[in-house]
């Protein structure tokens, strides 16, 4: 089966290729073929540019001359050429990491707030943005919207679980029935957007991806789409224990099939806004971002701002 997925995109490649050379109206040189003969070695050439020598009876070199090939135009090459047009960096499939920042521009939590420390590292961001719009306003500089997916799971390293059914966010720690700390292998908060993105982006080179420079500076909108905790515990069929500053317990979990997920809006945000820089050469883009609005609502849990850096692997 992938041998057949091979094949076929290889025609489909093959035929696409041959369709753009023949649509771009390429003339080639009309010149006659001339053969040389010198004992058992032969020349001949097929077309300017391109000789192939014959030696012996078993070898073959091909000589091809670069600057005699100046008939083929980068024009005819979609993945080099857009038509002179101006085409934005937004669109693709992008694999990043998040964090959380306080006010002061700092990782590490103090006491009261440590359950929001996160392994940055497991802390995988993927952005889809399907769709993007463009408008050329001068020369090199361009407008670039369009439509994104943003999916966030902020890991966190303590043994403290977060709930979003009172009137602010807590969390407490978890035990088992003996009150010995427990630390579930998975303890994420997962986030969804829809974002809208509004971006000004200087492009080198506009009209050849292939070989052009871009910065992009701007802001994306998002709207919340959904948001859920997840513990994955090493035990399955086990009662634990939610415990308070004061060590006493306030309520219990029995995690079936050693997971437990909680959906809910955990006194996050509904709206956001990023301030946003892409900066790359040809197809590799590079990209961050920091939220301008508090993660979670006023006065319903602390104020720390979300950050993502990451990297555009399937641009189109």
Aim: proline share 4%; hydrophobic share 40%.
């Amino acid at each position: 089966m992938k041998k057949l997925f091979v094949m076929t995109g290889i025609i489909l490649i093959s035929v696409f290729i041959f369709y753009n050379v023949s649509a771009a109206g390429i003339n080639y040189p009309k010149e006659s073929s001339k053969q040389e003969i010198s004992g058992n070695d032969s020349t001949k050439k097929m077309m300017r540019g391109m000789k192939i020598q014959k030696i012996g009876d078993d070898s073959m070199i091909i000589y091809i001359g670069k600057k005699d090939f100046n008939h083929f135009s980068m024009h005819a090459y979609p993945w080099c050429h857009k038509d002179g047009k101006f085409y934005g960096h937004w669109a693709g499939f992008e694999l990043g990491l998040g964090g959380l920042f306080n006010s002061g521009f700092n990782m590490n939590f103090p006491e009261t707030e440590n359950y929001l420390n996160i392994n940055t590292a497991r802390s995988i961001m993927l952005n889809f943005n399907p769709f993007e719009f463009n408008l050329n306003i001068r020369d090199h500089f361009g407008l670039t919207s369009g439509l994104g997916f943003q999916l966030n799971n902020y890991y966190f390293t303590d043994n403290t679980m977060i709930l979003g059914d009172s009137v602010k966010l807590v969390a407490y720690k978890i035990v088992d029935v003996k009150g010995s700390s427990v630390t579930p292998t998975v303890n994420k908060l997962f986030v969804a957007w829809v974002n809208v993105p509004i971006l000004l982006e200087y492009q080198t080179n506009p009209g050849y991806r292939s070989s052009s420079f871009h910065v992009t500076l701007g802001v994306i909108g998002g709207v919340r789409i959904g948001s859920y905790t997840k513990q994955r515990f090493q035990e399955s069929g086990t009662t634990y224990y939610l415990q308070n500053s004061r060590d006493t317990i306030v309520g219990s979990l029995y995690p079936d099939n050693h997971i437990l997920r909680m959906h809910g809006a955990y006194h996050l945000n509904s709206f956001k806004l990023d301030a946003t820089v892409r900066v790359g050469w040809s197809f590799l883009n590079l990209f961050a971002t920091y939220s301008l609005t508090p993660m979670f609502i006023r006065n319903e849990g602390p104020v720390i701002y979300p950050w993502n850096v990451g990297i555009t692997l399937m641009p189109w």
